[in-house]
């Protein structure tokens, strides 16, 4: 759970699945997060070695984030969590509307 737990880690390993991505549009694919608390993830992820970075040689310098192949391994993980969820999702939807009815 430290590696992977946190509110956004698994948004920002799921906007990765497919391509490397720069950080503005990993903003862009997490909008509900802050920008400070993505770049805390990002860190965090980088520690771990989950992601990667890529910084180029440009002017400006652009820098990209990737899965690693320890990344890419937590994707059945991944994948359960959401068809958990999806098989769930009406049960956790009436309780949530009933709650709301209180």
Same mark, same amino acid.
């Given at each position: 759970?430290?590696?992977?737990?946190?509110?956004?880690?698994?948004?920002?390993?799921?906007?990765?699945?497919?391509?490397?991505?720069?950080?503005?549009?990993?903003?862009?694919?997490?909008?509900?997060?802050?920008? !400070?608390?993505?770049?805390?993830? #990002?860190?965090? %992820?980088?520690?771990?070695?989950?992601?990667? &970075? /890529?910084? +180029?040689? *440009?002017?400006?310098?652009?820098?990209?984030?990737?899965?690693?192949?320890?990344? !890419?391994?937590?994707?059945?993980? #991944?994948?359960? %969590?959401?068809?958990?969820?999806?098989?769930? &999702? /009406?049960? +956790?939807? *009436?309780?949530?509307?009933?709650?709301?009815?209180?």
């Amino acid at each position: 759970m430290q590696v992977l737990g946190g509110k956004w880690k698994i948004c920002i390993i799921e906007a990765l699945r497919d391509k490397p991505l720069r950080p503005s549009l990993i903003f862009k694919e997490v909008p509900d997060a802050t920008e !400070r608390v993505i770049n805390q993830q #990002l860190k965090e %992820l980088l520690e771990y070695k989950i992601i990667d &970075r /890529k910084i +180029y040689a *440009e002017q400006p310098p652009r820098t990209e984030y990737f899965l690693t192949d320890l990344g !890419r391994s937590a994707f059945p993980i #991944l994948d359960a %969590l959401d068809q958990w969820g999806e098989e769930n &999702r /009406k049960f +956790y939807e *009436e309780l949530f509307n009933a709650e709301d009815e209180d």
